[in-house]
Every structure is written in C-alpha cells, then in structure tokens.
C-alpha cells in the first residue's frame, strides 16, 4: 500500500531548492534561450532566400533590437560561464567539496561583466543613440 506524502498542485509547484537548483533551471534556460536566438536566425535567413519577404526584416529587426540584444547576451554570457564551472567540478573532482563557492564565484564573475556591457547598452538605447 502506498504511504506517501500527499502534497497539493500549488504547493508542489513551490520551488523548494537550494542555489545548485537555481543554476541547473537557470543552466537550461538560457541553452532554450541560444536556441530561440539561433532559430530566429535560420528563421529570417529562410525567408530572405526563400520568399525574399518583408518578413525577414520584420524577424531580424526584432533579433536585432538592444533589448533582444541584452537578452541573448544574458543567455550566451550566463550559459557559458555555468558551463566552465560544470567542466571544472567534472575534470577536477576535488573541487565538488567547493561547489558553493564556485557557484558564488561564477556570480562574482558574471555579475560586472553582464552589468556594465549591459548598463551602457541600455543607456544607449534609452538615450537614442542605438
């Protein structure tokens, strides 16, 4: 006879993990968001061979734009230092006992060098200038 525990749908859905979870969610993600980003490519090439369409510009104009723009930089930028930190935790076993830590520092990392790149492409764009 099955004694489980008996959890409710909303209560289910509540995330429940620690900072590993976060980066794993946040790790997958970001590798749907370079997927979006290179289909949309692929997508407007198509169209341009293909039906030589205003469609294409409409897509590229989209992909182009500085918010689009800070997005992707987020997914490629954040995916890939993730993945740096995954392969030094697989080629160097030793260092799983500081997973924490290299997850902070991947954070200490990542944070000025999305945040400056990304502050003054925004400050571009809010004055006009992009």
Same mark, same amino acid.
């Given at each position: 006879? $099955?004694? %489980?525990?008996? #959890?409710? +749908? &909303?209560? %289910? @859905?509540? $995330?429940?993990?620690? /900072?590993?979870?976060?980066?794993?969610?946040?790790? =997958?993600?970001?590798? &749907?968001?370079? @997927?979006?980003?290179?289909? /949309? *490519? #692929?997508?407007?090439?198509?169209? &341009?061979?293909?039906?030589?369409?205003?469609?294409?510009?409409?897509?590229? /104009? #989209?992909?182009?734009? /500085?918010?689009?723009?800070? @997005?992707?930089?987020?997914?490629?930028?954040?995916?890939? @230092?993730?993945?740096? =930190?995954?392969?030094?935790?697989?080629?160097?076993?030793?260092?799983?006992?500081?997973? *924490?830590?290299?997850?902070?520092?991947?954070?200490?990392? +990542?944070?000025?060098? +999305?945040?400056?790149?990304?502050?003054?492409?925004?400050? %571009?764009? &809010?004055?006009?200038?992009?």
């Amino acid at each position: 006879m $099955y004694q %489980g525990r008996h #959890v409710g +749908f &909303l209560e %289910g @859905l509540r $995330y429940q993990g620690k /900072t590993h979870m976060l980066a794993w969610v946040l790790h =997958r993600i970001t590798g &749907l968001g370079i @997927l979006v980003l290179v289909g /949309t *490519h #692929v997508i407007a090439a198509f169209f &341009l061979n293909a039906i030589g369409d205003n469609l294409s510009t409409t897509i590229t /104009t #989209v992909y182009e734009s /500085t918010p689009f723009q800070i @997005l992707v930089y987020f997914c490629v930028l954040y995916h890939a @230092l993730n993945g740096l =930190r995954l392969i030094v935790e697989d080629f160097w076993p030793p260092l799983l006992r500081y997973h *924490h830590q290299l997850l902070w520092f991947q954070w200490l990392v +990542f944070v000025p060098v +999305f945040g400056l790149p990304a502050f003054l492409m925004l400050m %571009g764009y &809010l004055s006009g200038a992009a």
